[in-house]
């Protein structure tokens, strides 16, 4: 009897871990159009959008951590408003100061942003109580993107990177910048059930 139990215990959890990752990634996210699309590339045009980021010190996983505390404890009311924010979908991520060549997640530093929800403006946002956020308007731009589910440990990240940094050499796409790496599920999520994405700007 015990046994029939903790089986339908473990069966019950699992589905609810199945479905936790995609009821809570059903938010608002980033406006684009696909411009292209060969396989899990894509060339994407966003629109205009406001972003709330912090930047972090400290190793890639950890500053994600603490970025995502700062930034979430603005959303969800410490600011000057004490405004609640809806949540929005991914929590992104990007080198704030240029890592090694070879070594993409390397860097020390770390920008950690979500978008704004399109119902606010800059005028309309509260100001951040927290002098570490900053609200910046970021303008219509073209990236290049590589979606993947699974773990995104630093190393499978380095490596979907120089994936996607192979494909636009092969492509003849010119890109720049840090990779924008991109979240779109909470962390209890099952890895075959998650979005992750790495972005790259690009004139295309």
Same mark, same amino acid.
């Given at each position: 009897?015990?046994?029939?139990?903790?089986?339908?215990?473990?069966?019950?959890?699992?589905?609810?871990?199945? #479905?936790?990752?995609? +009821?809570? @990634?059903?938010?608002?996210?980033?406006?684009?159009?696909?411009?292209?699309?060969?396989?899990?590339?894509? &060339? *994407?045009?966003?629109?205009?959008?406001?972003?709330?980021?912090?930047?972090?010190?400290?190793? *890639?996983?950890?500053?994600?951590?603490? !970025?995502? *505390?700062?930034?979430?404890?603005?959303?969800?009311?410490?600011?000057?408003?004490?405004? =609640?924010?809806?949540?929005?979908?991914?929590? /992104?991520? /990007? #080198?704030? %100061?240029?890592?090694?060549? !070879?070594?993409? %997640?390397?860097?020390?530093?770390?920008?950690?942003?979500?978008?704004?929800?399109?119902?606010?403006?800059?005028?309309?946002?509260?100001?951040? #109580?927290?002098?570490?956020?900053?609200? %910046?308007?970021?303008?219509?731009?073209?990236?290049?993107?590589?979606?993947?589910? !699974?773990?995104? @440990?630093?190393? &499978?990240?380095?490596?979907?990177? *120089?994936? +996607?940094?192979?494909?636009?050499? $092969? =492509?003849?796409?010119?890109? %720049? !910048?840090?990779? +924008?790496?991109?979240?779109?599920?909470?962390?209890?999520?099952?890895?075959?059930? $998650?979005?992750?994405?790495?972005?790259?700007?690009?004139?295309?």
């Amino acid at each position: 009897m015990l046994i029939w139990v903790a089986g339908a215990t473990v069966l019950v959890l699992a589905g609810a871990a199945i #479905a936790a990752g995609p +009821l809570m @990634s059903r938010v608002e996210q980033p406006k684009y159009d696909v411009v292209s699309r060969e396989g899990d590339y894509e &060339i *994407r045009a966003y629109a205009p959008m406001i972003i709330a980021q912090a930047e972090v010190q400290g190793a *890639r996983r950890p500053a994600i951590e603490e !970025g995502f *505390r700062i930034v979430g404890g603005y959303i969800f009311g410490a600011n000057q408003g004490k405004a =609640k924010i809806a949540m929005t979908a991914p929590v /992104q991520q /990007q #080198a704030a %100061t240029p890592p090694a060549a !070879g070594n993409e %997640t390397g860097s020390d530093r770390w920008s950690v942003s979500f978008v704004m929800p399109s119902s606010w403006s800059l005028e309309s946002l509260p100001p951040p #109580a927290d002098s570490r956020i900053k609200l %910046t308007s970021v303008p219509a731009q073209r990236m290049l993107a590589l979606t993947f589910s !699974g773990s995104y @440990s630093d190393g &499978i990240l380095a490596e979907k990177t *120089r994936e +996607l940094r192979d494909y636009a050499q $092969r =492509k003849g796409l010119t890109v %720049t !910048g840090a990779p +924008l790496l991109a979240f779109y599920n909470p962390p209890w999520t099952l890895p075959m059930l $998650r979005r992750n994405e790495v972005m790259l700007a690009c004139s295309c």
